[in-house]
């Protein structure tokens, strides 16, 4: 019985895998046979219009076009202009009157009319480049409207297809912030004037940034002229406070004997200066020359180190007399405690000055402090004197440059050609130092020959390679 059984179930189990054989084969049969019109397939409609992204790449390409069109240096000619006839004008009623005086109707007479002619000459062709800048700038200015409308509509169109309102909600955040700005704004009380506390804590708050090229140029000067300095008076007089300097050191990189003033930024980058005599000394060098490129001015005085000493000068720029300050003994000078890094120093950077909101600080080095960095305060006067002097832990050498700011010492080292970065700091409130601040500078040359910040403006004043760079100063 058992055998039977078992004969049973192979039996039974053959005979299903033969009908599941079968029915394999009929439904491949069954699926070669079926016409493609047999077969299922399923369409998708869109009911929304398709993304005109020819028309967002247009306006992209056409604002990009008007940033470049309409840019700050347009103006630059127009004013460059306007200030060359405010400069000219005035010269040529001077020698005119002095004409009308002075004419003997012989030789003189003739050699002044002839200057006159030439200045009429370039008087005229001032006037007409004037005539073709403003013609120029009227239709640039039709233009450049006529173009913003076409972007504004073209805008308008391209928000129809933001369905899901990210753009409106995007504006409507940007509304509420303003608002909410302006309601704590107006909530936060009016400090009394008794109030307000003058310690020397930095007004602006601490420095943590800093952010640019905001200003980049030569101006007048040749890549010959590597070294100098530039930057404005934080002690400005009455009439002055919109003038910028420059001091541009000799080919050599040694010395200078004179510096240059002007009415404006834009006159400094066209080279336009002002009138009168700067000129420290007629001959180079002599002991009252300027040596290196770290100078300052303050409180209409140029600050810098005496040529071939160890000496600070004070170059009264109103009375042109010079006044001197002998350095402590075994202070660093002629090129032995310069700023470096691993590739190159910059030569006769010994001493550097810098102004901050308190005044003018002197950076230096000694033998005795091993070529660390020593600190002083300047104090104003004629002859200026030393006061408080800090006496820190970082190599000068190790350094690329220095920098004050609210009191506080900020030393630079080099990274890159591209890149510098502010890595140092010293408290003179607290003596605190710190080695690990991580600012990093974006250089437009690769070597920073002069740092200067001024508390006028919160910007930082750069000469790197015969190209004078400023850059905001970000404070908390």
């Known amino acids: 019985m058992q055998c039977l059984s078992a004969v ?43 993304f005109p992204h020819e028309t967002l790449n247009s306006v992209n390409e ?45 030789l003189y007479g003739v050699v002044s009319l002839q200057v006159i002619e030439n200045e009429l000459i370039e008087i005229k062709n001032m006037v007409d480049r004037l005539n073709r800048t403003t013609q120029g700038f009227q239709h640039l200015t039709t233009d450049s409207g006529r173009q913003l409308n076409h972007l504004k509509a073209d805008l308008e169109q391209l928000e129809l297809y933001d369905i899901l309102q990210v753009e409106k909600s995007r504006k409507a955040n ?51 002229h590597k070294y100098g300095g530039w930057g404005r008076d934080p002690k400005p007089e009455l009439g002055k406070e919109n003038w910028y300097w420059r001091v541009i050191l000799n080919v050599n990189n040694i010395f200078a004997n004179h510096i240059t003033f002007y009415s404006s930024l834009s006159t400094l980058t066209v080279g336009i200066k002002l009138p009168g005599n700067f000129i420290i000394h007629p001959s180079n060098p002599t002991t009252n020359t300027i040596q290196g490129p770290n100078v300052v001015v303050y ?29 402590p003994q075994g202070t660093r000078y002629n090129s032995k405690g310069n700023f470096c890094h691993l590739s190159e120093c910059y030569v006769y950077t010994d001493m550097d000055l810098a102004t901050d909101e308190s005044g003018v600080w002197l950076i230096y080095s000694t033998v005795h402090d091993f070529g660390n960095l020593v600190l002083a305060k300047v104090e104003e006067g004629d002859p200026p004197t030393l006061n408080q002097t800090w006496h820190t832990s970082v190599y000068k ?23 510098e970065e502010i890595f140092y700091s010293f408290d003179t409130s607290t003596g605190e130092e710190k080695f690990n601040l991580g600012i990093f500078i974006h250089k437009m040359c690769p070597n920073i020959n002069f740092l200067n910040y001024s508390p006028v403006d919160q910007l930082l004043y750069a000469y790197c390679d015969a190209y004078m760079v400023s850059y905001d100063v970000l404070f908390e």
Not at 302 to 327: G, P
């Open 8 to 50: 049973g179930f192979i039996l039974l189990k053959a005979i299903m895998k033969f009908y599941t054989l079968i029915l394999l084969c009929c439904l491949f049969n069954f699926t070669q046979q079926l016409n493609e019109q047999d077969r299922c397939v399923c369409e998708l409609t869109n009911k929304e219009k398709a």
């Open 62 to 106: 056409n604002a990009s076009k008007c940033s470049h069109t309409v840019s700050p240096q347009k103006a630059l000619e127009l004013e460059s202009l306007l200030l060359g006839l405010k400069v000219r004008l005035p010269q040529l009623l001077k020698d005119v009157s002095t004409l009308e005086k002075e004419d003997d109707g012989e």
């Open 174 to 224: 940007q509304r509420l912030k303003r608002d909410l700005e302006i309601c704590r704004n107006d909530a936060q009380p009016t400090p009394h004037p008794d109030d307000v506390q003058t310690s020397d804590i930095c007004p602006h708050g601490k420095f943590v940034n800093i952010t640019g090229p905001r200003f980049y140029s030569n101006g007048e000067s040749t890549v010959s």
């Open 299 to 327: 409180g209409d005085a140029l600050f810098y180190n005496c040529y071939n000493s160890d000496r600070l000068c004070r170059f009264n720029l109103t009375s042109k007399t010079v006044s001197t300050l002998q350095l």
């Open 397 to 419: 050498q190790a350094v690329t440059n220095t920098f004050m700011a609210c009191g506080v010492l900020y030393a630079t080292r080099f990274i890159n050609n591209g890149m």
